[in-house]
């Protein structure tokens, strides 16, 4: 099974709420800007396990999955958090 990775993530909402992601940050600090957001779906990582708001993004002209993992429990301004799967692993 590949390896869930969790990842900070530049993030922008417009005026309606919609959440955009714009960059990636590694846990080593590598920063990938995120070129386009193809999809915006509910999913799971059937790979790393997981499920989330799982968005189809465009890095490097390559595409890639990034969840958005919400929060059992909405505490203050913790929502939830952003992971990938690790490739290779």
Same mark, same amino acid.
Do not use: C, N
């Given at each position: 099974m590949k390896a869930k990775v969790y =990842?900070? =993530? /530049? #993030?922008d909402f &417009?005026? &309606?709420g919609n959440m955009r992601p714009r960059e990636?940050? *590694?846990?080593?600090?590598?920063r990938y800007e995120i070129d386009r =957001?193809?999809? #915006?779906?509910? $999913?799971?990582?059937? /790979?790393a396990g997981g499920q989330g708001d799982r968005f189809t993004i465009?890095? $490097?002209a390559r595409q890639s999955?990034? *969840?958005f993992e919400r929060c059992?429990? #909405?505490s203050g301004c913790r929502l939830g958090r *952003?992971?990938?799967?690790?490739k290779g692993a």
């Open positions: =990842v900070d =993530v /530049k #993030v &417009d005026t &309606d990636l940050i *590694w846990e080593d600090g590598r =957001v193809l999809d #915006v779906r509910p $999913a799971a990582s059937l /790979k465009m890095v $490097a999955y990034l *969840w059992a429990a #909405v *952003w992971f990938v799967e690790r």
